[in-house]
């Protein structure tokens, strides 16, 4: 394998494509918005980040939707793409490059590979006879089906049977390789569960796949026959690739390969765990390109304890979510809320309930009630206290010292919950840390250093709070940073990155009295619940 050596100091991260065949759902927006926290996290450490999501538009699913509707293909990706883009931009999402798979130098690309593929003898023609998901664009294995012949993943549609030539790519000849790859790299499929899933089906013995399809038109001919169509996933797979070119660059693998690869982490969905943890290496592997440094396959999201789905009709629309709530607060709730890697639910009175406690009564009023305190007792400036004069062991400073550490190790393993859980205990703290410490008490007691001590170590803990939760709330973070004086918005990628890098903002006892307050204001409204009539 020939590993082009990329700079320690770039990371490179993926969502999958989406499929055009509908609007986004909140299922698609989860992983965009994970993705753009660790991305946002990756610039605070001075990385320099490249996130590349985008829609996959080809196959017989967004042909037949189209169809259906009496659109022509093309002309419904655009509106459907569109979509994705504009939910992108209602979430906060900081991508860096949007790849459509329809896009003409995407198809210069996939063509090269499977040129590499077919020379190294891994491409050959056959019969292929089984039982299809057009939904999932997948063949299913007769074992895998429900009764009636029905996907398990999509149980309101019948699977097809197919009996046709077909294109095959030499999967089986990668069994080894994969074995030894998962063997030598235990963290490439993430998280463990996900691991043992792929691990148990690669050791039953992998069969050759089809890669190309014949009555589909909607898709990339065959290089080699143009009778054919390129299948779905060979094509959509290599979007990643495409999306590292430059805007104006000619399109070959050597140019997209140039800066950014191999990507580093590839989020995804458990559903397609397989086409990336095992058919994507694989394919790496045959063309002769270094593989990807991690594979995470999320859960999915329920609702009211009911999978989500078009199927079940029980989807949640995002752009009503944000509209009603805001960015943040769509963000915090998943982030916070569910178990990266494992199934998560959805409830909308859980959701009002969690944003009140944490960031609008925990978070919000701490700021709030200590900058009036602040003002009353500090005439408005930042006590002259300074980092030195607060010993090690304060309460809170002994929670906001290793806390930086704690939470880049969370950010970093894709724990977004335990990081959002290791801040607001010292949110927590702070706000229990106060009401012991009654500085209105000590103020009536002439106690003037002890009130200052107390307000600096407080507001110096809603600082780090609000840096380190930067990532997922970074409006509210950049609130938060405004009335504490920092002329910085965690929106602006830049200036973020120089103004306040991890290794100085992401440590306790950064605040001086230097920084000249700003405007007070409450940061997260309470949220009213919704009547119901
Ligand atoms: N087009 C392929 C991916 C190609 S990547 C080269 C595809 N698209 S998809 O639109 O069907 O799904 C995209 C992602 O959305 C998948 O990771 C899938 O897991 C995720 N989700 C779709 N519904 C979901 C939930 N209800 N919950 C969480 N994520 C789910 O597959």
């Known amino acids: 394998m020939n590993q082009v050596k990329k700079t320690q100091n770039t ?86 490059r949007f790849i459509r798979t329809t896009a003409p130098r995407h198809e210069v690309l996939v063509k090269e590979f499977f040129q590499r593929v077919w020379e190294a003898g891994d491409i050959y023609h056959g019969q292929q006879k089984g039982w299809y998901c057009v939904s999932c664009e997948e063949f299913k294995e007769e074992r895998e089906l429900l009764e009636g012949h029905r996907c398990p993943l999509h149980p309101n549609k019948e699977v097809e049977w197919r009996d046709e030539q077909n294109y095959f790519f030499r999967l089986s000849k990668y069994q080894e390789k994969l074995q030894a790859l998962y063997e030598s790299r235990p963290d490439f499929i993430q998280p463990e569960s996900r691991r043992n899933e792929v691990l148990s089906f690669v050791n039953q013995g992998l069969q050759d796949f089809s890669i190309s399809r014949v009555n589909v038109d909607w898709g990339f001919p065959v290089p080699v026959d143009p009778n054919h169509t390129l ?115 959805f409830n909308e009175s859980r959701f009002i309930d969690v944003l009140n406690a944490d960031l609008a009564n925990d978070l919000g009023n701490l700021l709030n009630r200590t900058l009036g305190m602040v003002k009353k007792y500090c005439a408005g400036n930042v006590p002259t206290i300074t980092n030195e004069d607060i010993p090690f062991e304060h309460a809170l400073k002994a929670i906001g010292l290793p806390l930086g550490e704690q939470v880049r190790n969370a950010y970093e393993a894709l724990a977004f919950n335990q990081a959002c859980k290791a801040v ?50 970074p409006d509210t973070s950049s609130d938060i940073y405004q009335q504490l004086g920092f002329g910085i918005n965690f929106n602006e990628q830049i200036e973020t990155a120089t103004a306040a890098p991890f290794a100085i903002h992401g440590t306790w006892g950064v605040l001086t009295n230097q920084q000249k307050l700003g405007q007070a204001r409450p940061v997260f409204k309470k949220i009213e619940p919704p009547k119901n009539d």
């Open 231 to 345: 299948y779905v996933w060979f094509d959509a797979l290599l979007g990643y690739v495409t999306a590292l070119l430059e805007p104006d660059e000619e399109p070959t693998i050597k140019n997209a390969l140039a800066k950014w690869w191999p990507i580093n982490l590839h989020l995804i969905g458990k559903d397609i765990l397989r086409f990336h943890a095992v058919y994507w290496p694989a394919m790496l592997m045959s063309a002769g390109l270094s593989l990807p440094e991690r594979v995470f396959g999320h859960g999915f999201l329920t609702k009211d304890g009911q999978k989500m789905g078009k199927s079940l009709g029980n989807t949640l629309d995002p752009i009503g979510l944000v509209e009603r709530y805001g960015s943040d607060a769509v963000r915090y709730y998943f982030l916070k809320e569910i178990e990266f890697g494992k199934d998560g639910d």
């Open 11 to 96: 990371f490179a991260l993926t969502t999958p494509l989406y499929y055009v065949n509908d609007l986004p759902h909140i299922g698609s927006a989860y992983t965009t918005m994970a993705a753009d926290v660790v991305a946002r996290f990756q610039r605070l450490l001075g990385h320099r980040v490249l996130l590349i999501t985008g829609t996959d538009e080809h196959g017989q699913k967004i042909q037949r939707t189209a169809e259906s509707k009496g659109r022509s293909p093309q002309s419904f990706s655009d509106e459907m793409s569109a979509g994705f883009v504009s939910l992108w931009q209602l979430l906060n999402i900081q991508y860096d």
């Open 424 to 473: 607001l205990s010292l949110v927590k703290t702070s706000n229990k840390f106060l009401d012991e410490q009654a500085p209105w008490s000590l103020y009536k007691q002439g106690q003037q250093q002890a009130v200052e001590q107390v307000l600096y170590a407080v507001l110096e803990s809603v600082r780090l709070a609000a840096y380190l939760l930067s990532p997922i709330i």
